[in-house]
């Protein structure tokens, strides 16, 4: 009632948003002639001006209306298109910070220049963000004419650049690229062991386009950096040839499992969660899966054991390859390899694997070579990514029935431009069949029925397979047609070009060719380039264009009097924004259009969600074969259960974003650490700090022993200092110079510090820092990859402390800060113990004994700098050029100076100890 009350007197949300951008909008047409009046030269000037203006504390929002006059100026000159006001409207919503809802067609990439620019003026670098390379080449160079006019910089970043490229690219004003792009980038340059190496300069303002995509559809994965683990793959297909002697429990008559727990009898060894993707097996199965393994000679003892419970996690795998992942649906094999599909935009996801052993497992399956199992080298959610800009924005034509999701999960405000043109689209209802043969059945009817009157057609479906069986039923029934999928992905803009001409029948996966617009009449640019070719001189295909514009109008004319493009859905999505979604390809700027979803209760929206009851009752009323079914019941039960999977899948995000948060944190703290490290240039006071903590914790077991025994007190003392420090701890030093543990401890410091001096004064300040830089980066590094499968594991294990009436996620939390602490306080102090424990002699000098430390072991003979280098080299598959130099660094270090660390010698044939991966006779021993 209140809101009511509140409309009625204030309007609705989206008026009163509209209503206070106003203003803004009038000042910006009000400078329009201003802009128009300026010489071409003015621009580039005009862009200095405006720095000039904001280094001196004057704020963007000033100067919005003379930089988006500009902007609209910049690109009437140089793309023949004046931003509408709707579009001017949008770009201030941008540079707010908020996201913009505008319908397809209405220009969200002209709509975007005006914000960029804007905030491109500061110099900390805008990202522009797309869902995939084609889409971020394509909208760069589109764009940068108008931004190239302003005096403003391109890049684009693309998935095959190399690391000097991304650098010039991320350096650039404005910078576009893919969300995947942007995220790995970031993991790579905390994994660098040099601030050269590092590719982005920072995170101040992005422009998300497709937002709800890229932060709702894909936030449910995280991103994740592997590297090769054990080699385990041959468990992978001993498993796999088990499978066939298992059987899925039977189900009782309402056709749900028996409740093992209930005291219900089971038949059968696993059980199937169709809605999670998961397996669990019975009691009678874990022993069968016992029982083969034995027979096998693959374990000894109970599967349960510690050595044999990674079994279970195989035959886990296996049957939700076998059962729960199909091809041509989330996958396929192409050229020997298993590509993941993906759900949502229908393409490959080149390069991509199912974690978890799930990709391993497929490819088991499908009898194709099995790939060595991958460790997570560093990971992050798309929305812990994005929420590290200072300010974010994006556009979408479907943001407003997620808007509560990206106010809780981003504090995003979702706003509704209205559309330039009023939409004259008729979106009809849906038509529902009973099964699915009679469906395809009618929807081959509807296609050749509007094929034959001419009118152009998108055909949307969920899967390849779906795609696929349709247009072998229209090949059948002789109508042509083009197919748009993940193994055609290549020609995706040819195809979306050409998917408004007259008669055109275009079958594609869910969204493909999302954001590129389709025409009514056809493409002329696309058409006029295939002709001219590409290599044709500039005003050959000007004249080529101006001949198929001309042929563009009559057949534009033509296809709207045919009713414009009609939308046909195949499916219903688990999501009403991904229908909307498909809705709006047709009826771009006014044009006419049409839409109709055909549905079937054996879809598996309606099947997973409630269908099977409607179904039978359906078969029960005696539903004549192929007739449709309306009824408002149906409707809701749609309805109905697109809320369903769209609340559960907020739930996964909120879910994966809270256990991520603890994970975030974490990783914010090492990657702050790692900077510091890199740019540190006094390092030793950090192994100072470190080493004075650790005197102060023995002094305190010390105190308390000395109470019972003062000698077994002195003794632990004195051997804690030996192996820690290589610190003797002489009598004199206890009875005479230190009569209480306090000063004791100020002594010993004391002592400690002056040895750094000491290697300090031996090999310069820049030799010591990059030795303890080196160790530093090294051990964090892999502290921190053994850390990621520590929380992995920790997350499986604290599921199953609900039983036991515990909040899993609080424990999580608990545990997890717990083992941070202590990898935290590990790393301080192996850093220290090896700083202190590396002996540095002479050239020409040599050791009798052998002396064992915690340092890696080593024999070192370079001069100067590299013998400490040597210790601190990159790992394998870490950034290359680590900063070290190849000579002398300052001219504080002796040029006769060896780090010589006392321990074990090493074997010409083994791997160098300084984890290049080489043998030491090609690395160090040479």
Known sequence: MFEKIVKALFGSQHERDLKALLPILHSVNEK??????????????????????????????????????????????????????????????????????????EGKTLMSVAATYLNALSGKGVHVVTVNDYLASRDAEWMRPVFSYLGITVGTILSDMDNDRRKLNYACDITYGTNNEFGFDYLRDNMRWDLEGRVQRGHSFCVVDEIDSILIDEARTPLIISGAAEDDTFKYAEVDKLLGTLEEVKKK???????????EEVIGDYKLNEKNKNISFSNTGMAKLEDLLQKRNLIKGAIVDEENFEYLHYFTQALRAH?????????????????????????????????????????????????????????????????????????????????????????????????????TRNDQDDVVYLNEDEKFGALCTEIAEAHQKGQPMLVGTVSIEKSEKLSGLLTRRGVRHEVLNAKNHAREAIIIAEAG?????????????????????????????????????????????????????????????????????????????????????????????????????????????????????????????????????????????????????????????????????????????????????????????????????????????????????????????????????HMETTTKDAQTPEALSAVIIQELEADITNKENLVGEEGINHFIRGQYLQLIDRKWLDHLENMEGLREAVYLRGYAQKNPLTEYKIEGFQIFDTMIDTIRE??????????????????????????????????????????????????????RPSGPSSRSEPDAVTVVRSVPKVGRNDLCPCGSGKKYKFCHGR
């Open 253 to 263: 008559d309402n056709g749900e499992y028996p409740d093992e727990t209930q005291g």
């Open 32 to 105: 329009e002639a201003w802009a128009a009046a300026l010489p071409a030269e003015e621009y580039p000037k005009m862009t200095s001006l405006f720095r000039e203006r904001y280094a001196k504390g004057e704020s963007l929002d000033a100067m919005l209306p003379e930089a988006f006059a500009l902007a609209r100026e910049a690109a009437r000159r140089n793309l023949g298109e004046r931003p509408y006001d709707v579009q001017v409207l949008g770009s201030i919503v941008l540079h707010q910070g908020k996201i913009v809802e505008m319908k397809t067609g």
């Open 830 to 883: 192996e850093i220290a113990s090896r700083v202190h424990l590396v002996r540095i002699m002479a050239a020409g000098e040599r050791t009798t004994g052998r002396q064992t430390t915690l340092g890696t072991a080593q024999s070192a003979s370079h001069g100067s700098i590299g013998a400490f280098a040597s210790s601190g080299a990159a790992p394998k598959g870490a950034a290359a050029g680590n900063g």
């Open 501 to 729: 001409s007259k008669g055109a029948v275009t079958i594609a996966t869910n969204m493909a060719g999302r954001g590129t617009d389709i025409k009514l009449g056809g493409s002329p640019e696309h058409r006029a380039r295939k002709r001219a070719g590409t290599d044709a001189p500039p005003e050959k295909y000007v004249a080529v264009y101006k001949e198929e514009y001309e042929t563009w109008k009559k057949d534009y004319e033509e296809v709207k009097s045919l009713g414009g493009l009609y939308v046909i859905g195949t499916e219903r999505h688990e999501s009403r924004r991904i229908d909307n979604q498909l809705r709006g390809r047709s009826g771009r700027q006014g044009d006419p259009g049409r839409s109709k979803f055909f549905i079937s209760m054996d879809d598996d929206l309606m099947r997973l969600f409630g269908g099977d009851n409607i179904k039978n009752l359906m078969a029960k009323i005696g539903m004549e074969p192929g007739e449709p079914i309306y009824h408002p019941w149906l409707n809701k039960s749609i309805e109905k259960a697109q809320k369903k999977v769209e609340e559960r899948n907020f739930e996964i995000r909120k879910h994966l974003l809270e256990y991520d948060d603890v994970l975030n944190q974490q990783r914010k703290f090492i990657y702050e650490q790692r900077d510091a490290i890199l740019r540190d240039v006094n390092l030793r006071n950090r192994v100072n700090e470190a080493t004075a903590d650790m005197v102060e914790s023995a002094l305190g077991r010390y105190r308390n022993t000395q109470r019972q025994d003062q000698g077994e007190a002195l003794k632990e003392l004195t051997a804690y200092l030996k192996e820690k420090f290589g610190h003797p701890l």
């Open 323 to 423: 059962k729960l992942f199909h091809v041509d649906v989330d996958y396929v094999v192409q050229d020997g390899l298993v590509q993941i599909v993906d759900e949502f935009t229908g393409r490959i996801l080149y390069g991509r694997r199912y974690s978890d052993g799930l990709h391993q497992a497929i490819e088991a399956k499908e009898r194709i070579k099995i790939a060595q199992r991958n460790r997570t080298l560093a990971t992050i959610t798309f929305q812990n990514y994005f929420r590290l800009y200072e300010k974010i924005s994006g556009m979408t034509g479907t943001a407003d029935t997620e808007a509560v999701e990206f106010a809780k999960i981003y504090n995003l405000e979702v706003v509704v431009i209205p559309t330039n043109l009023p939409v």
